[in-house]
């Protein structure tokens, strides 16, 4: 009895992995989508986000994106989540 409720388990976790990384995949794929709308509609993300002009910079070296992170925080007082999104939505605004 105790197998079967183990492997029940198992069971269970596995199909819960294989949801969660569909769910990621559509996730990403959406993000893409509206990332392609945002710049098709001409909006100046960088100037949305206010990311100053030191914060560009670092940002775009690619080993120097953690401490364009910390700038942008420290510049703001936002929290680390939305300095790492405001950062990295940047840097998607590059890749045209």
Avoid: H, N
């Avoid at 990384?21 to 709308?37: G, T």
């Avoid at 710049?39 to 030191?54: C, I, M, N, P, Q």
């Avoid at 910390?70 to 940047?90: H, N, P, S």
């Amino acid at each position: 009895m105790a197998f079967e409720t183990l492997g029940l388990g198992v069971l269970l976790l596995s199909a819960l992995g294989v949801m969660w990384q569909l769910f990621s995949i559509r996730v990403s794929r959406l993000e893409r989508k509206l990332d392609l709308i945002v710049r098709g509609l001409g909006f100046d993300v960088a100037e949305r986000l206010k990311l100053s002009e030191r914060v560009k910079e670092i940002a775009r070296d690619p080993g120097r994106k953690i401490e364009a992170i910390r700038t942008y925080r420290e510049e703001t007082g936002c929290g680390l989540a939305e300095a790492k999104d405001a950062v990295e939505i940047y840097l998607s605004s590059l890749k045209t």
